[in-house]
């Protein structure tokens, strides 16, 4: 039987060639990088997360960013675009190493019109399986009729 870690979160590299400059990275930074300087894990190398797994016995990880990477409340043509290079990465990993990563998407769910664009290229263009987002954004629920374009975008783009 194989072993299927669903909850497994990494860093892009870009965030960490930032973190390791003490940069700013489309405005991620102060909590953001002191949560990854005290939990190096998020920013193993997909070799040293492979070799953990190997050693755990667990056949298949399916990425994500860190929640950290929501930032639901900052500029949305900036989250975009840290998306758009989150789930380019994510994508990459599941084709270098396709029997061991499968991925998730971030969307930047302030903008529902981009979040929906987002979905639909990270599903039908980069091969992801879903996107990860909070139970919120910003004090509203999905309930809130103005997410219903994404969930549209969900059901029409759902393996």
Not at 13 to 39: M, Q
């Amino acid at each position: 039987m194989r072993s299927i870690d669903i909850h497994a979160h990494i860093s892009p590299e870009g965030y960490i060639r930032a973190v390791e400059k003490e940069e700013d990275w489309y405005g991620v930074g102060g909590l953001s990088h002191r949560f990854h300087r005290a939990v190096p894990r998020t920013m193993w190398t997909p070799e040293q997360r492979l070799t953990d797994m190997d050693s755990l016995g667990v056949d298949v990880h399916v990425l994500s960013t860190n929640a950290v990477f929501y930032c639901y409340d900052a500029d949305a043509a900036k989250v975009a675009a840290m998306d758009w290079e989150c789930n380019d990465y994510v994508s990459q990993l599941t084709k270098d190493h396709p029997d061991r990563f499968a991925g998730l998407a971030n969307l930047p769910m302030q903008d529902v019109a981009a979040a929906a664009t987002e979905l639909e290229r990270a599903m039908t263009q980069l091969g992801l399986k879903g996107a990860m987002i909070d139970d919120h954004v910003n004090g509203i629920t999905y309930d809130d009729p103005q997410f219903f374009p994404l969930w549209e975008v969900a059901e029409q783009t759902a393996p």
